[in-house]
């Protein structure tokens, strides 16, 4: 059993902007301390399924042909359960799940609608996960119309 914390990089998305998510997965992976931290990959397709993606593809997304990467279904799903203790992930494997893991933090990496307007923040939060923001942060960060009177009197 390791102490590490394990981190949850949530990459994709059912958005127009689901490869250059999946870039910033490649450059988050790239750079977080993997003696400290354990990552899980869990993309989202363009269809908005859940998916578990290796870390070794992870890495390896990038910018070919001027064609941006993007997460391709496979056979394990990843189901997200709330636990005792907080959430935890799944895999959905020819309709059996396994390798039941608890998730100490998500960083989520989404751009866009979904990603960025609070809606995979609440998701999280219902389970128990932490990813930094609440779903009304998020939603007020991604709302040029509610933000900017506000921005605009702190920033004048």
């Known amino acids: 059993m390791n102490n590490l914390t394990r981190v949850a990089l949530i990459f994709g998305g059912a958005t127009p902007e689901h490869g250059v998510s999946c870039l910033t997965a490649a450059g988050v992976l790239a ?25 070794s593809v992870i890495a390896n997304y990038k910018i070919v042909d001027g064609k941006l990467p993007e997460v391709s279904d496979s056979s394990e799903d990843v189901v997200w359960l709330r636990g005792t203790d907080g959430c935890q992930i799944a895999f959905n494997s020819e309709n059996k799940l396994t390798g039941i893991k608890d998730i100490d933090v998500a960083f989520t990496l989404l751009h866009g609608p979904y ?23 998020s ?12 921005c605009s009197l702190r920033f004048a």
Request: with cysteine; aromatic share 14%; glycine share 14%.
């Open 115 to 137: 990603g960025e307007d609070g809606t995979v923040q609440g998701l999280l939060e219902m389970m128990g996960c932490w990813d930094g923001q609440t779903p009304d942060e």
């Open 31 to 55: 750079v977080i301390d993997q003696t400290k931290y354990e990552v899980v990959g869990i993309g989202i397709s363009r269809s908005g399924r859940w998916f578990k993606v290796p870390l």
């Open 139 to 150: 939603a007020f960060r991604i709302s040029w119309y509610s933000s900017w009177p506000i």
